[in-house]
């Protein structure tokens, strides 16, 4: 019989993401605060159906959201780095970087009392440094890397890539990679975005949308002795009524299913517990 650990994630960005890509009109910074509004629905929904969730807040919505963030600390939910600003950390340089970290923490620290065990980086980019960095600043696990769908694996450093020679693996790391993917995001199935340089056309029906949530799950119910699967939402993407009513149908139709709802710092003890020297990704 299958164990399957289910993490539902919320990167909770409200207006950060958009002042990131220097889209700061009124219209585009109210988009962001839809968040306002979807938090209260999701924790509702979360407190009924008693889950438990991993929340990725950059210190810019912390600290300019402070009443939304705050009920999302008071409802006992793992608050995970997410940068200070939405700004991608491959941009950045380490020193930058760095300060992005630090920051981040910081400004959690004084939410929760605790410094966080997770990271999730901005658009899912990290740098070269990215690895070294949470190391350095006490991180247990990072999720933002796509290697795996459902296993959490160990995250390498000082990989070589070249065009013309085959790859060379760098040694793994005590840092945990909770793996992602585009496929298990809301924002770019929901999110309809027009910029002078792209469309994401967005707008996808919401039940179509979390039965290939679900379907993911049953695929891996059906094949797998033991994983993690990890869906990751935004509240002022999934907030919207219609996609509620989507998401609490998936939540009620995974319990019937056997899932068992998780933190992602929870997900990664079980993890260490199956396998004591880690999973070690690559050919």
């Given at each position: ?110 939410l929760t009392g605790r ?146 709802f998780v933190t992602m ?19």
């Open positions: 019989m299958s164990e399957l650990l289910v993490c539902l994630t919320f990167d909770h960005d409200n207006a950060s993401s958009m002042i990131s890509r220097k889209l700061t009109s009124p219209t585009m910074i109210s988009r962001g605060d839809f968040g306002i509004v979807a938090v209260p629905r999701i924790l509702d929904l979360l407190r009924r159906h008693g889950i438990p969730t991993t929340w990725f807040i950059p210190g810019h919505t912390i600290e300019s959201y402070p009443a939304s963030v705050r009920a999302v600390a008071e409802a006992g939910h793992e608050i995970g780095n997410h940068g200070w600003t939405h700004r991608i950390p491959a941009t950045l340089g380490r020193d930058g970087e760095e300060e992005e970290l630090v920051r981040g923490n910081a400004a959690i620290v004084a410094k966080p065990r997770g990271y999730r980086s901005p658009s899912w980019d990290l740098s070269p440094h990215s690895v070294d960095l949470l190391l350095k600043h006490g991180f247990i696990y990072d999720s933002s890397m796509m290697g795996h769908d459902i296993s959490p694996y160990q995250a390498r450093r000082d990989d070589e890539t070249s065009l013309l020679e085959p790859m060379r693996f760098g040694p793994d790391t005590d840092l945990v990679e909770m793996p992602v993917s585009w496929s298990l995001d809301d924002h770019p199935h929901f999110e309809f975005m027009r910029t002078e340089q792209t469309i994401l056309p967005g707008l996808m029906n919401a039940r179509a949308v979390f039965q290939n949530f679900t379907d993911e799950f049953t695929y891996f119910k059906k094949h797998s002795e033991w994983g993690v699967l990890t869906y990751t939402f935004h509240p002022h993407v999934v907030g919207r009524g219609q996609r509620m009513l989507a998401l609490e149908q998936f939540i009620e139709t995974l319990a019937k299913e056997g899932a068992r710092e929870t997900a990664v003890a079980a993890y260490r517990d199956r396998h004591p020297n880690g999973v070690s990704l690559r050919g």
